[in-house]
């Protein structure tokens, strides 16, 4: 099994009567809330972190893109995986992902993705949500009723552009380019390993399974909700014929890790309170415009009955997160053994912990992936070892990797 | 009585779901739906079947054309829809009536085949937008019940739209007509239909709802300043889809206006 270390990077200052004040923690969320010098600060912790946690020995660290909001603070996740790639060396660089939806022409997301790439030594997994209604819809304008279309599109357009070495002309519906072109082109051949982050889409799940993409579950209703969803995934894979392998799907989580169960619950309940209570404050209005979801999706959810989970869990408490998988929490004997279930119900091979939580102050992130990384990692790594993993980066050989020079000062 | 058709516009070409009512020698009456779409064969319609020849089709990506989406881009694909609807029917001219999102199609209809256009009556139109008068965002809505800022009271949704529907049914097409209708009018309601309205030399009159969340009773003066000629009133006791609201009222209003030219 594999571990990726992510943060959403939330804005960590929200006020206690946030929820009462703010109708949603995006789109329309009070900017007056956010603070630029401190903001300035805050990146650089949570980029620190990432760049701890890959000194640790995760296999990837993660970045991720959303747009006018509190709940993470990553408009350009290439900009964040650029300042990742410079200052570490073997670690996978988890861009899960661009909404490639929004960008007109897409070839900027497939030049850039390949600078990454190019910059990294190799080392990078494209993500392609489809994103969020709340970003593509709401924050870019993208129309919802095409929006899938587009994707499609500009999806197609991406892979060709990394691939075709010849200069082509691309005739779309939303894109027409006299001459693509792309310099410079990715390390990986053909393409970085592509993984698809979604939230239940049927549609995504046959998209996944027709091009052998990784499908990567994003949800914070934790892994036992997650278990029908992704057993529909694998269920789906099976229909088409495609052969099971617990690497080509990736599941997100929260996960905190201290030295007992009790010292976790004390430590960590008042930043996933945080989490639960603020940073997944979006109003409804916001989260599925007309047309995001389609037909066969919106009837797969109401004969599902519709049950979110999310909406109820800043009311529940510790104990309730825990049982229903919201979280994975306690001493690293307990978290090893939730992560063992976690593999077991979800099949997958890929974990994106969430190891930092809401305004979890960086002492307390660094010790709970410490703890992870040291006590957690190396009694589970050996799940889904007789697999062979086809969705992690190939990088170029160590003889091969560039190394950055020091930083130069005027004194020497 | 009243009939859904379904038709072929032409060989090879675009089919059209159509409800057509009245007596075929009567006056014809082209009906441009709401962002709701057409639930039923409703009491507006019935009315309005006492005088007119009534052609209300639903327009691509609503109702049992929603899988016709995809074919609409833009106003001019939907005007050569109901162009081509009238011309399959025999009908060389009609008076036209378009609430909501209709009133826009009507309106482009008007500005760019103006001799199909006998009359046109504009109700609570939408594709005009004023940072001054912006209403609400008809599509950042509850999803549990996501066309009720479209009604005077939110319970009229439920007595008017979704009513004698199976549930589930309803409540999925509602969303596809939302989705219709967003094709259309997102992100914002701007059409470009304001550079065509001068073009519009068809006796036009202009009426707003009084409780319409959507639009605004200050957007009417703005599409009357906008329409040479044009005529405007409002309408009490409704929200933005005043055919299902106000259903006889709203046919009386069409009918005094498209036969006798009063407006009161």
């Not at chain 1, 992902?97 to 900027?108: D, K, V």
């Amino acid at each position: 099994m594999k571990f990726h270390w992510f943060n959403l990077m939330p804005w960590p200052h929200l006020p206690d009567d946030f929820r009462e004040t703010n109708r949603s923690v995006w789109v329309d969320v009070d900017s007056r809330l956010y603070d630029p010098v401190e903001g300035h600060r805050v990146y650089n912790e949570y980029l620190d972190q990432l760049e701890f946690a890959a000194g640790l020995g995760f296999d990837g660290i993660g970045v991720n893109e959303h747009h006018q909001n509190a709940y993470g603070m990553m408009p350009s996740p290439q900009i964040m995986a650029a300042s990742l790639a410079r200052r570490t060396k073997d670690v996978t660089l988890l861009l899960l992902g661009q909404s490639i939806a929004l960008y007109n022409p897409p070839t900027r997301v497939a030049e850039e993705m390949a600078m990454l790439d190019v910059m990294s030594g190799g080392r990078l997994v494209a993500g392609f949500p489809v994103g969020t209604s709340m970003d593509d819809n709401f924050c870019f304008g993208s129309n919802p009723a095409t929006l899938r279309d587009k994707y499609r599109e500009n999806h197609d357009l991406i892979r060709r552009a990394w691939e075709d070495p010849d200069v082509f002309s691309w005739n779309g519906e939303y894109n027409k380019i006299r001459y693509v072109n792309l310099w410079p082109r990715p390390i990986q051949k053909p393409h970085p390993p592509i993984w698809i982050p979604g939230g239940g889409s049927v549609e995504t799940w046959d998209f996944c399974a027709e091009m052998g993409y990784n499908y990567s579950y994003l949800s914070f209703n934790g892994y036992v909700r997650g278990e029908a969803l992704m057993q529909g995934f694998w269920n789906r894979l099976g229909e088409m014929g495609v052969e099971f392998n617990p690497f080509q799907g990736a599941f997100a989580q929260q996960v905190v890790v201290a030295e007992t169960d009790d010292q976790a619950e004390q430590m960590y309940t008042e930043h996933l309170q945080y989490f639960f209570d603020k940073c997944l404050h979006v109003y409804p209005g916001f989260a599925d415009a007309p047309g995001y979801r389609t037909e066969n999706t919106i009837r797969a959810g109401l004969r599902a009955g519709g049950a979110q989970g999310l909406g109820i869990a800043h009311t529940l408490e510790w104990k309730d997160w825990v049982r229903e998988g919201y979280i994975v929490a306690g001493s690293p004997d307990s978290v090893a053994e939730q992560i063992e279930a976690l593999a077991t119900k979800l099949q997958v091979g890929h974990l994106v912990t969430l190891l930092h939580c809401g305004d979890m102050p960086d002492d307390k992130a660094r010790a709970s992936t410490k703890l992870f990384a040291e006590q957690v990692m190396p009694r589970v790594k050996h799940i889904w070892e007789d697999y062979e993993d086809h969705w992690s980066p190939k990088p170029i050989g160590s003889e091969q990797v560039a190394t950055p020079a020091p930083v130069l000062t005027g004194s020497n | 009585m009243a009939e859904l058709k379904t038709l072929d516009l032409r060989p090879g070409g675009q089919t059209a779901h159509v409800w057509e009512g009245g007596d075929p020698g009567s006056p014809a009456l082209l009906f441009l739906h709401p962002i709701t779409g057409i639930p039923r064969w409703g009491d507006a319609l019935e009315t309005l079947a006492n005088d007119f020849h009534v052609i209300a089709p639903y327009q691509p990506g609503w109702g049992p054309a929603k899988d016709d989406l995809p074919g609409a881009h833009d106003g001019l694909d939907l005007v050569l829809f109901n162009v081509d609807l009238l011309n399959t029917l025999g009908v060389g001219s009609a008076h036209v009536i378009g609430v909501s999102i209709g009133a826009w199609i009507g309106a482009e209809i008007a500005a760019i085949r103006p001799d199909a256009v006998q009359s046109l009556t504009l109700v609570n139109p939408l594709g005009l937008w004023s940072e001054q008068y912006p209403g609400e965002d008809a599509f950042a809505q509850h999803p549990g019940f996501p066309t009720a800022v479209l009604f005077s009271n939110p319970d009229k949704r439920t007595e008017l739209l979704m009513a004698d529907r199976d549930p589930m049914d309803a409540y999925v097409g509602e969303l596809l007509d939302l989705r219709a209708s967003a094709k259309f009018l997102w992100p914002i309601p701007d059409t470009g239909v304001g550079r065509r309205l001068v073009r519009i030399d068809t006796r036009t009159l202009i009426a707003t709802s009084e409780h319409d969340n959507i639009v605004a009773t200050e957007m009417g003066d703005i599409w009357r300043a906008a329409i040479p000629g044009a005529q405007s009133v409002q309408l009490s006791d409704s929200g933005h889809i005043a055919d299902l609201e106000i259903p006889e009222a709203l046919a009386d209003l069409v009918r005094n206006f498209a036969l006798e030219g009063v407006t009161a």
